[in-house]
């Protein structure tokens, strides 16, 4: 094992690099799409749109990277970085190195919610996509604490609520779908399941950063107490965390980043999965410095995904969780080959 000087330099190391880098991703992407716009014209745009200059631009190269791209960049970073950081929480708490956000069945559930709106009308028109799919998440997540609640090993009993609800909300999907949809509709909303950033505006993509970047201070502010689930819930306790409370503050702040996330871009998967091992692989498992490089690889890897996902063929946008499954399954099986024999 390498000592922890060095994971604490190298971690600094990697948390500068990718706090000066990620301003000049998000340029780059702005600046790519359909219709290119040069590097230092799409930084100009970002900077009369932030306020902070007046620089002249023909008008429809500034409307194209502030109205679409920036925004769209924004809400990549967000919810790649609040993927990652509840993927790192979730198998710190539930000590399984497989779960993930759409462990707890919230992708599920916000699935169901967003096909009700979609096909069927629920809400009459009031509630919009995001707001349905919302709801659905949250009601998946309470059922799952809900089977969950009062099991002496509660760790293990969470991961089998969360598969038995993802099961029980996709089956509704499809159910819904192959029912109630024309082959349009269909399309529409298969589109949405596999996850899309095409429809991000602003307000979603602020909506995102504030829920992230607090979840992100928060997770921060109980890193010391999520280092000791390492060594199991008694002797946790027994250092002095008060692990009910975390256990229940990280599951909500999961749960909450998850489901506005996905109400708002769909299913992306393996974000949550394999990011947490890439931040462990570099730093170790200290969370006071995994935490933050997790996030800042996360925000790092769901802009090139959403860049490749628009750019990779000429006209049209691929699912981006189909970007992020084909990198991140290779990348998954490498991590699972470098650390056989590692575990008995």
């Known amino acids: 094992m390498r000592p922890t ?3 604490s330099k190298n971690g600094l190391t990697v948390i500068f690099t990718g706090v000066i880098s990620l301003p000049l991703m998000l340029i780059i992407a702005a600046a790519n799409g359909d ?8 930084a100009m745009a970002l900077a009369n749109g932030l306020g902070f200059s007046h620089f002249p631009l023909p008008p429809i190269e500034e409307g194209i990277v502030w109205q679409y791209r920036a925004s769209r960049a924004l809400m990549a970073a967000c919810s790649g970085g609040g993927l990652a950081l509840c993927g ?13 956000p759409y462990l707890l069945g919230i992708s599920a559930g916000a699935s169901t919610g967003a096909v009700l709106v979609m096909l069927i009308g629920i809400g009459g028109g009031i509630l919009s996509v995001s707001v ?12 799952i604490m809900l089977l969950a609640r009062g099991m002496r090993d509660s760790a293990t009993r969470i991961i089998l609520a969360g598969i038995a609800g993802t099961q029980l909300f996709n089956a509704l999907t499809a159910s819904i779908i192959s029912t109630s949809a024309n082959a349009e509709q269909s399309r529409s909303v298969m589109f949405w399941l596999l996850g899309s950033l095409s429809g991000v505006r602003w307000p979603d993509a602020l909506l995102t950063l504030c829920v992230t ?4 201070l928060l997770t921060l502010s109980l890193a ?3 280092d000791t689930f390492t060594f199991g819930e008694e002797i946790s306790a027994t250092l002095g965390t008060r692990v009910q409370y975390v256990r229940i503050a990280l599951l909500l702040l999961t749960a909450l980043q998850t489901a506005v996330i996905v109400s708002i871009i769909g299913a992306v998967g393996f974000v949550g999965l394999v990011i947490p091992h890439v931040a462990r692989m570099i730093v170790g498992s200290g969370h006071l410095i995994s935490v933050p490089i997790c996030f800042i690889i996360g925000a790092h890897f769901m802009i090139l995904a959403d860049l490749l996902s628009r750019t990779l063929m000429t006209h049209q946008v691929i699912p981006i969780g189909v970007v992020t499954a084909l990198v991140g399954a290779p990348v998954f099986c490498l991590i699972l080959y470098r650390s056989r024999g590692k575990t008995g």
């Open 213 to 216: 970047l607090s979840g992100l």
């Open 88 to 100: 790192l929480v979730l198998q710190a708490l539930l000590r399984n190195a497989l779960a993930e």
């Open 35 to 42: 219709m290119p716009v040069p590097f230092t014209h799409a």
């Open 5 to 7: 000087g060095f994971h």
């Open 132 to 143: 349905g799919a919302f709801i659905g998440a949250c009601a998946a997540f309470a059922l």
């Open 224 to 226: 010391r107490s999520l």
